[in-house]
């Protein structure tokens, strides 16, 4: 009887770990070298969960300056994952409000990060082809990836435009923060580091800093 008891659990402790394996690495991990922001015209194709979609069309066009006027240290975005939601600030006004979904096959982080690197479009990949989560997304674009101290960079948590779904206000994501296109191209252009004109992607410096991100509260159980 004692020894059915310890094959069992071995068995259940194998499985458990077999699936923290599969899963631990759900978001999108980072090759930091080659982050260009480039659109790849190669690339006409993803797919999400075993479904084939298109990537969106090159933007042919960009704001020269940032939206609103603020200075870098005024700004920060804040998301609320209970109510899925993103929201601008400049100092105490809030300037923008957003639908977003957070992580639902991989969970998003909360805490206090930094905006270290800004990309116009990306590719995304990712998942498990054994749990039917894979996923590999080019030409993602408007992504601003954020890190803190415990969530390094290479661990690939951002935010960013979405055409792979459309059910925003629901967790769907794999740990980042999904936005609708037009609406994170607002941000985009708007928090730190500012972009210059003309370029695909830029990364924070001492001079040139990047926007505070704060995350909160508890995605919704679907």
Wanted: aromatic share 14%; charged share 20%.
């Amino acid at each position: 009887m004692r020894f059915k008891l310890l094959l069992s659990l071995l068995i259940v402790a194998t499985l458990l770990l077999a699936f923290f394996k599969l899963t631990r690495n759900l978001q999108n991990p980072l090759s930091l070298t080659k982050l260009t922001g480039m659109y790849d015209t190669s690339q006409i194709m993803g797919v999400f969960h075993g479904v084939k979609v298109s990537t969106p069309r090159l933007a042919t066009s960009q704001p020269t300056t940032t939206v609103l006027g603020a200075t870098s240290s005024d700004k920060r975005l804040e998301i609320d994952l209970t109510n899925q939601r993103i929201y601008a600030y400049e100092g105490e006004e809030k300037v923008y409000d957003f639908l977003i979904s957070s992580g639902k096959w991989g969970r998003t982080p909360t805490g206090e990060f930094t905006i270290w690197i800004k990309l116009r479009y990306t590719l995304m990949a990712g998942g498990s082809k054994a749990l039917h989560t894979y996923y590999y997304l080019p030409n993602v674009p408007y992504t601003m990836y954020f890190y803190n101290n415990e969530v390094p960079k290479e661990r690939g948590y951002g935010i960013h435009g979405t055409y792979w779904h459309s059910n925003f206000g629901h967790p769907m994501s794999h740990g980042c923060i999904n936005m609708k296109t037009e609406e994170v191209e607002q941000l985009f252009y708007w928090a730190n580091p500012e972009l210059k004109e003309g370029e695909w992607g830029t990364r924070a410096t001492p001079e040139n800093p990047g926007t505070k991100v704060i995350i909160y509260g508890e995605a919704p159980a679907e």
